[in-house]
């Protein structure tokens, strides 16, 4: 009875210095309330104290952990790097074959072209401009670039980014042009399609993906297969690349650009002017007897009764007939 007795006291008075300790958290509690709402200032200041005094110390404390955070983040990137490294060595090494490939390929080409006496197409200029604003809706998808007119741009003009067509000037105006996407629903782009050599037109939807339309109707594509512009119409430059083939949930073809609008910092408008030109004089020249042409000093044939007798302008002679008439 003793022993039994002699437990039971200290934890009568554990408990009750626990209760008496919890209750003086509780009044401490509610006196630095009362005290906060009432005296913020007086509040604020030693808040702003203590942290003072405790700012050296936490400093110490973290900065082993920031340390051996930064430790930790720089084995981190060594192992990244190191592994990127070999990556980009054996991509440099597998360039390096295509690199020669290509300068093979290109001398071959030359040569034929050469051989076979090829017209080849007029050099490009281009013009580098910056995306000043997205225009976007939903029944629109064009941009706004800040060249226009002084610096050399039309309509009708192929707009590019680093891998490929963004799109084609819509409209040029003095200092800024809008730029028609690929995307836009009013956009029509013939292209041609490599390996396979077939040619369609590709569509715009106001979605990210353009479709193909107008295929053969035996065509055999896979995805995967580059999409490039094909010149037709002398619109735009043969040769550009747009991007690759793929399909669609319902089995159509449509093409993923390699250019992502959203992404557009910078682009560069193309210059190029085709020599799609019909030279109808040539054609009316066909049923004129040979005394009624002349050739002007730059040796281009024009009907006679169409220049004036000059000797500095025309050379050959002329029928007296027809000087007469003039």
Not at 86 to 91: S, V
Not at 138 to 147: D, E, K, M, S
Not at 148 to 167: E, F, I, N, P, T
């Amino acid at each position: 009875m003793a022993t039994t007795r002699g437990r039971k006291r200290p934890d009568a008075r554990g408990f009750i210095t626990r209760r008496l300790s919890l209750l003086g958290l509780v009044l401490s509690c509610v006196v630095l309330l009362i005290i906060g709402r009432n005296a913020t200032t007086i509040v604020q200041t030693v808040r702003q104290h203590l942290t003072d005094l405790s700012a050296p110390v936490l400093e110490l404390a973290t900065g082993p952990v920031a340390q051996m955070r930064q430790i930790g983040s720089q084995i981190g990137s060594y192992q990244y790097l190191s592994g990127e490294v070999g990556r980009l060595r054996e991509e440099n090494e597998a360039l390096q074959g295509w690199k020669a490939k290509a300068l093979e390929f290109e001398g071959r080409l030359r040569n034929y072209e050469e051989l076979l006496n090829v017209r080849r197409e007029p050099e490009m200029n281009f013009v580098t401009a910056r995306v000043i604003a997205d225009a976007r809706g939903p029944f629109v998808r064009t941009l706004i670039v800040n060249a226009g007119s002084v610096h050399g741009v039309r309509r009708h003009q192929a707009v590019m980014d680093g891998r490929g067509l963004v799109g084609r000037t819509l409209t040029a105006g003095k200092k800024a042009s809008r730029v028609l996407l690929l995307s836009d629903l009013n956009s029509r782009v013939p292209v041609r399609i490599e390996p396979t050599g077939y040619r369609a037109i590709l569509t715009g939807t106001n979605r990210a993906e353009p479709r193909l339309e107008f295929l053969p109707a035996q065509v055999s594509l896979h995805e995967g297969d580059i999409v490039f512009t094909s010149g037709d119409g002398g619109l735009l430059p043969p040769g550009l690349p747009i991007g690759v083939v793929a399909a669609d949930e319902a089995g159509a073809f449509k093409v993923v650009p390699y250019a992502n609008p959203r992404r557009l910092n910078y682009v560069r408008i193309l210059d190029y002017e085709p020599s799609l030109k019909i030279d109808t004089q040539a054609e009316a020249l066909v049923d004129k007897p040979a005394a009624q042409v002349v050739e002007t000093a730059e040796g281009v044939p024009v009907a006679a009764d169409e220049v004036s007798i000059d000797p500095a302008a025309t050379t050959g002679v002329v029928d007296p007939a027809v000087a007469e008439q003039q």
